[in-house]
C-alpha cells in the first residue's frame, strides 16, 4: 500500500468532486462523509480534555421527506467505500432491526476478535461498530426507551474504556475500548414515532446532530455516464485509497498555534437557549465542535492538529444543521405528543392561505382540542419561528405562516 495521500482533502474530494453527479444535496453528503471518517478514524486518535478522552464518534440522522432528497443513497454512496476498505475485523456494521441484546453481543465479539498485531491497520482491540440504519426504524423504535437501547446507545456514545450492564438472565455483559457511530435517516411524520418523546432534549438526543434537507436541486436522470466513467473511478480509488491511510492514524490531537485561544474565546461567548430541548445538546456543543474539527483535520492530512479553519469550519456546519435542530425538531418531536395537532395546525394556515385569526382557528378546532392545548400549540410553532403572532383589523389576534416551505415539508414529510 502507498503510504502517501493522493488527496489534498478526502472530505472535499468526497463531497464536490466524486458524488457531485448524485442527487442528494450537499449538505447530506458532508455529515455522511463526517460519519464515515468518524467511524474509520474510531478510538485510535483522541483529544485529552484532562478529565477524559473526547473521541471523533458521531451519532449522525438525516431528516428529509420519504424519497424527497434521497437519504438512503447519500448513505449507501458513504457506506459503499466502507465496504469496499475491507476492514470488517476492525469495525463492525451492523443494518438489521437490533436489540439491546444483539448489540452488546456484537460488540463484545469485535473486541474478542484476534487482530494481527502486525498490521498498522489493524491496531488494537475494541468494541467497535457502526449503526448503520437507512431507515431508522431498524434501529430505534417507541420500545427502544423500555427495553434499554436508548439507554446504552447514551451509555456508550462516550466511549467507555470499560462498560458492564447487568441483566436478568445473563448476569453481567462486559465491553472494554467502545467506540459507537451512528448514520441514518428518517423522514419527519414519524420522527417522534422513532424516538420516544421522553428522550427528547435528553442525553440521548443531546448526543445526535440531526440534519435536515428540505430539498434538493440536483436532479440527474442518467448518473450512471458519470460513475462509470474513468474519472468517476478514479475518484473512488483515491478516496478508498486514502481512508486506508487515515484508518491507521493514531495518538493524541493538539490545538495549532493559536487555536486553543480561539476556542477558548468561543466557548466563554457561546449563546445559551431558552429552548428546553436545545438544552442538552447545546451542553455539548463544544465536544460536538472538537469530535468534527478532529475529522476535519483528518481529512486533510496526518498531522493529528486542529487548525483554525479545522475549528471555524466545524462551529460553522454545526451552526447550519441547528437551525432546524433547535426549531422544526421541536415541531416534529411534539411537545408532550402534541406533534398531530401541530400538522393539523399548519393544515388550516396553509388552507386559509397564510394568515388566520385566533378566533377563526378556535372554532374550526372546538372538536380537536381545548384552549389549554392549542395555547401550547401556538407556543410551541411560535418557538420554533414557524408562525409569528400579532394583531390585525380591530385589534384582533392573528397568526401568520413565515415559512411556508417548511411547513409543506413537514405536512408531506
Known amino acids: 500500500m502507498e503510504n502517501e495521500r493522493r488527496l489534498k482533502n478526502w472530505l472535499t474530494t468526497y463531497v464536490r468532486d466524486w458524488t457531485i453527479e448524485a442527487e442528494p444535496p450537499e449538505l447530506f453528503h458532508m455529515w455522511t462523509g463526517i460519519g464515515i471518517l468518524s467511524t474509520v478514524l474510531g478510538r485510535k486518535v483522541c483529544f485529552d480534555r484532562g478529565i477524559y478522552n473526547l473521541y471523533p464518534n458521531c451519532y449522525i440522522i438525516l431528516i428529509a421527506g420519504s424519497a424527497a432528497c434521497r437519504k438512503s443513497t447519500a448513505l449507501k454512496m458513504g457506506v459503499g467505500l466502507l465496504d469496499e476498505l475491507e476492514v470488517t475485523n476492525r469495525i463492525k456494521i451492523t443494518r438489521n432491526k437490533i436489540t439491546p441484546e444483539r448489540l452488546v453481543e456484537v ?62 438472565n445473563r448476569g453481567f455483559d462486559h465491553l472494554n475500548d467502545v467506540c459507537l457511530n451512528i448514520l441514518g435517516a428518517t423522514i419527519p411524520k414519524i420522527l417522534g414515532s422513532v424516538i420516544p418523546a421522553a428522550a ?32 468517476a473511478v478514479k475518484f473512488k480509488e483515491d478516496l478508498i485509497h486514502d481512508l486506508r491511510l487515515i484508518h491507521a492514524l493514531q495518538g493524541e490531537f493538539s490545538w495549532g498555534i493559536g487555536v486553543r485561544d480561539i476556542y477558548s474565546d468561543w466557548y466563554n461567548n457561546m449563546p445559551g437557549t431558552d429552548d428546553e430541548k436545545m438544552e442538552g445538546y447545546m451542553g455539548r456543543k463544544q465536544d460536538h465542535a472538537i469530535k468534527v474539527a478532529m475529522i476535519l483535520s483528518a481529512a486533510t492530512g496526518n498531522s493529528l492538529i486542529v487548525e483554525k479553519e479545522h475549528f471555524f469550519a466545524a462551529v460553522q456546519l454545526l451552526d447550519q444543521v441547528e437551525k432546524f435542530m433547535s426549531g422544526v425538531l421541536a415541531v416534529l418531536a411534539g411537545a408532550d405528543n402534541i406533534g398531530g395537532d401541530i400538522r393539523w395546525v399548519l393544515d388550516k394556515l396553509i388552507k386559509s392561505g397564510g394568515q388566520i385569526g385566533h378566533s377563526d382557528l378556535q372554532r374550526k378546532a372546538w372538536n380537536r382540542f381545548n384552549a389549554k392545548v392549542m395555547a401550547e400549540i401556538i407556543q410551541v410553532m411560535v418557538d420554533a419561528n414557524i408562525i409569528s403572532r400579532g394583531t390585525g383589523r380591530a385589534q384582533k389576534l392573528i397568526y401568520t405562516l413565515k415559512d411556508e416551505g417548511a411547513a409543506k415539508e413537514i405536512l408531506i414529510g
Open 200 to 231: 427528547i432534549g435528553s442525553g440521548f438526543t443531546s448526543r445526535i446532530i440531526f440534519v435536515f434537507q428540505r430539498s434538493t436541486p440536483r436532479r440527474n436522470p442518467h448518473p450512471e455516464e458519470f460513475y462509470n466513467s474513468p474519472e
Open 107 to 168: 460488540l463484545g465479539k469485535m473486541s474478542q476478535m484476534d487482530i494481527p498485531s502486525t498490521s498498522a491497520e489493524m491496531i488494537g482491540r475494541g468494541s467497535e461498530a457502526l449503526l448503520y440504519a437507512p431507515e431508522l426504524t431498524t434501529l430505534i423504535d417507541m420500545n427502544s426507551e423500555k427495553n434499554g437501547l436508548i439507554t446504552i446507545l447514551t451509555d456508550l456514545y462516550d466511549c467507555p474504556d470499560r462498560w458492564e450492564n447487568e441483566t436478568k
